[in-house]
């Protein structure tokens, strides 16, 4: 299953690597197009995706396979009350997610509004306010789920 990491963390440092390279010398190295880097980065999408599912198959067949712990005082974590807690986390993702995408043009507009009149201010502070809380809504829904969990 280590080796499942080690790939997962090869295909996540190579594009950061990449991009770090292109930071410091902005033209591409003799030889290689652009079309070959959209494939190389194609290729290491696939196999970051691939070493996702073998991991997550792989960790799911070893949680299974582990004899039940005997402890007294310990409540151990069922497959099903993980997946509910995994299920519970999802809204507060996507919402982040979403409250990202919506906070980045509202703020850059916000800002060039403020540069041009900056009576807008308070107006324009409502508009980021209200895209900001998207991430709240899902935060909400996560926690009434995980009160309807526990």
Do not use: C
Not at 89 to 102: F, K, M, S
């Amino acid at each position: 299953m280590y080796w499942w990491i080690g790939l997962i963390t090869v295909s996540l440092v190579g594009p950061m690597a990449l991009g770090i390279w292109f930071e410091l010398r902005p033209s591409a190295p003799a030889g290689i197009s652009r079309r070959r880097l959209k494939g190389l980065l194609g290729v290491n999408l696939l196999t970051f995706v691939a070493a996702e599912i073998g991991l997550l198959f792989g960790a799911v067949q070893t949680a299974m396979a582990a004899p039940p712990a005997v402890v007294e005082g310990v409540h151990e974590v069922s497959v099903g009350l993980g997946l509910a807690l995994i299920g519970a986390g999802i809204p507060t993702a996507l919402a982040t997610i979403g409250a990202g995408i919506a906070v980045g043009p509202v703020g850059a507009a916000a800002l060039a509004v403020i540069a041009d009149k900056p009576e807008t201010f308070g107006r324009s502070l409502i508009y980021l306010g209200l895209a900001e809380g998207i991430a709240i809504y899902g935060l909400v829904v996560t926690i009434l789920m995980l009160g309807r969990i526990g």
